[in-house]
């Protein structure tokens, strides 16, 4: 028994390539199953299972068939030619290659037509009972059945034959919410199988009917329309008249990092005097005695730039934020993705994710910045910003569970001693108002400059997605102000000697008190 079930996602794609529709596959493969199981007991030799089980399969599926009126003629479409159906043995023998394709170019169609066609020709109905079995007009039946034979015809004469070509993106989402990971995903996770993501990637440039999406996926029509109705459902796609759908988020491509790298000269004349600011700033900063980590000093250079600009960001920003809107769940976030190729992550840009102990303390926040050779670091959960809170505080661990987590995640070293140590930089809530007080005396002319060289490198960045996107476009240039900084500002320094490459396998993380 155990045999069979180990058999039943291959059992469902044989059921798959039998049927017209989600509903029709589950039906026969749970059909072919429970016969298998049933004859069992008649099985004498299980070396033979195999034969044995697709044997029964297709005794089954053709008494489904027939069952469901399969056995009658099959198609009289204008000039293609009619095709008997498996009415007998010899007629399935005869035919069955040309049966397949056909079978198969029906299910390319969208459920509007393919159900007309599979109810006129396979269960032999009328026009007018079919306009009483999906409570349509039986003048919309005709002109329908109509298209559907005109759409059939194309797909026929057409026999260039497509697969799904795998496109390949990380996607996320920006915003907040109140999401762990685990038993709260995060809503991304619903629309990252290889199928939605082809579908996303396909609607995203240009609209795409179901039929389309099914003919440049290489799968049926009806898994598109499954796919679909869960994209609109988490907000991904829109549906548009005459049965389209739409992306409704922002891809980033080689198309993006190409505009970056050609304009990249907007930047060449500030980055010499953004850079000396930024220095001056660090050798202040050093002052606060503030927890560094034990961090040295050329690696937080790239993490006080990016707290500079994040606090002159509502100041010199030429993009105000947009705020995000409110989504299903009730969260305000938007979905962003990277094509990836044949690279693991995004090559170039910033990544920030962003995390609070809201949950219980509402003390500290912790950043993790991902840019320009550091590795990634995950953000810290409730449990474990507490931890860290307690350790820099001086309290007793009482979490040991915790405080375990911590250390297998590397956010916590334990030392010979024993000691507990923080490996991420931290401010107080007066460190930090002072920092903000640094930055506003020693970076507020080079940002001046820098504002601007971003706002005429945002102008033609808008322009590199699609014209639905223009809201979405004119916010992602919000986050360019430090973007920027991140790939362009960073790379430029390090070509001209200005700054060093961060060492191998360091983060750029930091813990924020803001209460």
């Not at 159906?85 to 037509?113: C, F, H, V, W």
């Not at 009917?209 to 869960?230: D, K, M, Q, S, W």
């Not at 050779?373 to 307690?390: K, L, S």
Request: charged share 25%; glycine share 8%.
């Amino acid at each position: 028994m155990d045999k069979i079930a180990d058999y039943a996602e291959r059992v469902y794609a044989f059921a798959v390539g039998h049927t017209f529709s989600q509903d029709e596959a589950d039906e026969l493969s749970q059909e072919i199953l429970f016969t298998a199981v049933r004859e069992w007991p008649k099985l004498r030799d299980e070396t033979r299972f195999e034969p044995w089980l697709w044997g029964i399969a297709g005794n089954v599926a053709k008494a489904y068939r027939r069952k469901r009126g399969k056995q009658r003629a099959m198609f009289s479409f204008d000039s293609l030619e009619n095709v008997p159906g498996p009415a007998d043995e010899t007629a399935e023998a005869e035919n069955r290659e040309q049966y397949s394709i056909l079978r198969e170019k029906i299910a390319m169609l969208s459920a509007a037509y393919r159900d007309i066609l599979i109810l006129y020709y396979y269960d032999g109905l009328s026009t007018k009972q079919i306009a009483r079995k999906l409570g349509i007009p039986e003048g919309t039946v005709t002109w329908r059945l109509a298209e559907a034979r005109s759409r059939l015809k194309k797909e026929c004469e057409n026999m260039t034959e497509t697969a799904l070509r795998p496109v390949a993106m990380t996607i996320r989402i920006s915003g907040d919410g109140d999401y762990n990971g685990t038993t709260i995903p995060f809503p991304y996770v619903y629309i990252n199988d290889a199928l939605s993501q082809n579908i996303l990637y396909y609607c995203y440039d240009r609209p795409k009917t179901a039929e389309e999406l099914a003919h440049l996926c290489g799968v049926p029509a009806f898994y598109i329309e499954e796919r679909l109705a869960n994209l609109v459902s988490r907000e991904a796609v829109s549906a548009l008249p005459k049965g389209r759908y739409r992306t409704e988020f922002l891809i980033y491509s080689d198309k993006t990092d190409e505009y970056m790298e050609k304009n990249r000269r907007l930047f060449e004349p500030v980055t010499a005097g953004f850079i000396a600011a930024l220095n001056g700033l660090a050798e202040e900063t050093a002052k606060l005695g503030h927890y560094t980590a034990g961090k040295p000093a050329d690696e937080l250079l790239y993490l006080y730039g990016m707290l500079a600009l994040e606090h002159l960001s509502d100041r010199y920003n030429p993009v105000a934020f947009t705020g995000y809107p409110v989504r299903y769940d009730g969260g305000r976030w938007s979905y962003h993705a990277h094509l990836l190729g044949d690279r693991k992550h995004p090559a170039r840009g910033l990544g920030r994710e962003c995390s609070m102990n809201l949950g219980s303390r509402g003390h500290y926040s912790h950043i993790a910045y991902h840019f320009g050779g550091f590795t990634y670091r995950g953000m810290m959960y409730d449990n474990e910003i507490n931890i860290c809170e307690d350790i820099l505080t001086g309290k007793e661990i009482t979490d040991k569970a915790s405080a375990a987590a911590a250390i297998e995640k590397g956010y916590v070293e334990r030392k010979e001693d024993g000691e507990l140590v923080v490996t991420t930089p931290a401010f107080t809530l007066g460190q930090k108002k002072a920092f903000n007080s640094l930055v506003d005396s020693w970076m507020t002319s080079a940002v001046a400059l820098y504002a601007k060289a971003v706002d005429t490198y945002a102008a033609g960045y808008k322009k590199q997605f699609p014209a639905h996107l223009e809201r979405e476009a004119g916010g992602a240039c919000h986050y360019l102000f430090l973007s920027l900084y991140a790939t362009l500002v960073c790379d430029t320094a390090r070509e001209k000697g200005l700054l060093k490459p961060p060492p191998e396998n360091s983060f750029c993380d930091v813990l924020l008190q803001f209460k």
